[in-house]
Structure formats: C-alpha cells, structure tokens
C-alpha cells in the first residue's frame, strides 16, 4: 500500500477534512490494510460515526471486485482508492481499476429467481443498499461511494 501523495480525485469543495490516494497492487491480501486504514481514518476525523460497518463492507467489495475483474488478480496491475472526509457530505470513497469496465445495468440481481443461489455477485447488491450515493464513472472502471 502506498499513499500517492498526490489528489488522484477531484473531490468537490474546499472544506475537505482530509484526503488520502493510495495505490494498491493487484492482489486480495492488500484488502485488508486498506480497510482497515481507512476505518482507523473515519474514526479519527469522525466521518459517518456509527456507519464503521457500511464502509468496511462496501471498501472491500469495490476493491474486490476492482482486483479480481478490473485487473484479473494481474498482480502487475494497481487499483487506486481516494477517500476524503468532508463535513457536508461525509466520507467520500472512489475506487478506481484499469479494466475494461462494465455496464453495472447488466449485473443480475442477487435476490430474484436462481441467483438466490449462487455463490459470488453479491458485492455491488452489497454497496448500492449500504452506500448512500453509489455512481459508476469512466465506463464502469470507477465506483463513487459515499456515506454520510
């Protein structure tokens, strides 16, 4: 994990408490130290208190979903998380992956017919019902979240 130094997010407004890039390999191991550093963040700057489980969840399914089908769990490539704590709209969350993006309208909902049963296709159900805003940007290669 590492931290960009420089804004990979354009973020609106002036009044941001914070905001930090980092650039993680292609590998489902880097989850974890990112959510974690970004709970130990939001607890710090006491952005969305008491929403502690909405973002975990919905940090870990982007990035996992951003390394396994953005970049194939190719290792060679990185996905980017920005999140910037602002106080009129709370944590702001984008995670960004180089793939070929997809059309999220094309996702099969989770809960209706035979998909009750499958095992994966979860994530982005996931994130839309624990998120308050969720927006897919450059083609599906980029998800805003954010949580107030």
Known sequence: MTDSGNSQCA?????????????????????????????????????????????????RESLANAIRHGCGEDSSKRVEC?????????????????????????IPNPIVGDNIYSNHGRGIYLINQLMDEVRFERGGREIHMRKQ
């Open 11 to 59: 973020f609106e407004g002036k009044k941001l408490k914070v905001q930090v890039d980092i650039t993680i390999t292609a590998h489902l191991e880097s989850i974890s130290p990112v959510v974690q550093a970004i709970l130990a963040l939001a607890r710090e700057m006491k952005c969305a208190v008491g929403k502690e489980f909405e973002i975990e969840t919905a940090v």
């Open 82 to 106: 920005c999140v910037a704590c602002d106080e009129a709209h709370g944590m702001l969350i984008v995670v960004r992956d180089p793939g070929p993006g997809f059309d999220p309208a094309s």
